[in-house]
């Protein structure tokens, strides 16, 4: 199938793309995916499911299926909520549904967590989609680590984000994985991005690394990451292209 954006490859094995806005028409289910594919949602920190649910009705325009994981950061550690994940990825691995996962800034990192950590011999995910999910210590929450409003309200899961051994315990994964990056976030030479690309909670070299497969830039702000239809567009093409 054509490629729905022009690419280019950097030095890195990662496709880097900017997306100003794709008007082609809406991909067929036969296009984007099997008749079993399903979608795995699981959202942001101080989020709830509700915020994956225009992309999760893209996705089913498309002919998928779709699903969510919910979780609370201040009534359950990040261990905790690891191990419910893994049980409802391998749940959706046991199915015998071809399956994606996608997941929102500290979802991306459960995610990473979780499927590091299922048991042998589980079917993986088709394809992996973290959206301005970090992959390193993000920089926001190491300066507000010590903030006491921050640690109320964000506990085991907001330390975590902010800590160099433990977000590299979490580890790269084997599977293929686009990061999808917002790129119109705070533009001030001062402040915690000082002038790079960001989406106004994370940089762009926060979620980029070499063990992606694909690095996309959207002009969007973290909040509204989920809610872009051009992040549907983007996991649409990608799992295409897998197919083909």
């Keep these: 199938m054509p490629s ?30 099997g008749p079993c594919m399903h979608a795995l949602f699981v959202h942001g920190m101080g989020r709830s499911p509700l915020s994956g649910w225009p992309l999760l009705q893209h996705l089913k325009g498309a ?17 905790g909520i690891r191990g419910r994940l893994v049980a409802k990825i391998s749940a959706l691995a046991a199915s015998g549904d071809d399956y994606v996962l996608i997941g929102h800034s500290l979802g991306g990192v459960l995610l990473r967590a979780a499927v590091n950590s299922l048991p042998a011999g589980t079917p993986g995910p088709r394809h992996v989609f973290l959206l301005g999910s970090p992959l390193r210590p993000a920089r926001l929450a190491q300066r507000l680590a010590s903030h006491p409003v921050y640690r109320a309200f964000t506990r085991d899961c907001g330390q975590l984000l902010g800590s160099a051994d433990r977000m590299a315990g979490v580890g ?13 976030g705070l533009p001030w030479k001062r402040g915690p991005f000082s002038g790079e690309p960001n989406d106004g909670v994370v940089s762009l070299a926060e979620v980029s ?11 969007t702000v973290h909040t ?21």
């Design 4 to 33: 729905l954006v022009p690419r280019s490859i950097t030095h890195s094995p990662v496709v880097n793309r900017t997306r100003a806005g794709n008007r082609a028409g809406r991909l067929l289910p036969s296009q984007a995916a």
């Design 63 to 79: 002919g998928f299926r779709t699903s969510f994981f919910g979780y609370s950061v201040l009534l359950e550690n990040f261990a």
């Design 172 to 184: 790269p994964l084997s599977v293929p994985t686009t990061a999808i990056a917002g790129i119109r």
């Design 209 to 219: 690394a070499e063990w992606l497969v694909e690095l996309v830039r959207i002009r």
């Design 224 to 244: 509204l990451l989920p809610s872009s239809r051009r992040v549907g567009e983007i996991i649409l093409e990608s799992v295409a292209q897998d197919a083909a």
